[in-house]
């Protein structure tokens, strides 16, 4: 069974960071190419970032671009959020995906709330 | 960037109606395209994938069509299980984008 399951949220000030990890099990992570979708209390879902497969190749979206990193470690499944000077319009849940047929697929964690509030 | 409009943003209906939700592309996206569903308090759950395909496991009232800027989500027959906010998504180039989202709520 796939799974996914993301850790590291919690409530941070402006200006600071968190690393976001998601941790995947159930299937080969190392072939899979993996995505970072955001969604803020009472609003719709975002796309942030994704990742190819042994890492070498991210895009992200404008609003992250330059203070996100995403990464991975495919000897430890585990994929990665870096986030860098946050603001408070970053604040929401945070979910890792698996990518299935070029697209975030099916395959989703339970998310982890980014709180962002002095 | 491309945007993804969705309409309508929340619609009311009954038991056995066909619904339908429209995404238009601010440019032509091919058939590069998903349409999730959401509970409230859960993860998205695929539907469909470049845009007409059934994803595995999901009931066939559930269709999509389209190619190029406009595409369709049909609900042939509403279930009580349906009730929920539906987002497409386009992965035709970086930044990805959803749509806002449109609310199926009961009438």
């Known amino acids: 069974e796939v799974q996914l399951v993301e850790s590291g949220g919690g409530l941070v000030q402006p200006g600071g960071s968190l690393r976001l990890s998601c941790a995947a099990s159930g299937f080969t992570f190392r072939t899979y190419w993996m995505h970072w979708v955001r969604q803020a209390p009472g609003k719709g879902l975002v796309w942030v970032s994704r990742i190819n497969s042994d890492g070498s190749s991210t895009n992200y979206a404008d609003s992250v671009k330059g203070r996100f990193t995403i990464s991975r470690d495919n000897a430890k499944n585990t994929l990665y959020l870096q986030m860098d000077s946050l603001r408070a319009d970053d604040t929401a849940v945070y979910y890792c995906?698996?990518?299935?047929?070029?697209?975030?697929?099916?395959?989703w964690g339970q998310g982890t709330l980014v709180t962002v509030s002095s | 960037d491309i945007q993804m409009t969705q309409s309508p943003s929340s619609l009311s209906a009954s038991v056995g109606d066909r619904v339908t939700i429209t995404c238009r592309a601010s440019?032509?996206?091919?058939?590069?395209l998903g349409w999730y569903q959401q509970k409230p308090g859960k993860a998205p759950k695929r539907l469909i994938y470049?845009?007409?395909s059934l994803q595995s496991g999901v009931p066939s009232r559930f269709s999509g069509s389209g190619s190029g800027t406009e595409f369709t989500l049909t609900i042939s027959c509403l279930q009580p299980e349906d009730f929920a906010t539906y987002y497409c998504l386009q992965h035709n180039s970086y930044p990805w984008t959803f749509g806002q989202g449109t609310k199926v709520e009961i009438k």
């Open positions: 470049a845009a007409s």
């Open positions: 440019q032509g996206i091919r058939n590069d």
């Open positions: 995906a698996r990518d299935e047929e070029w697209l975030v697929g099916d395959s």
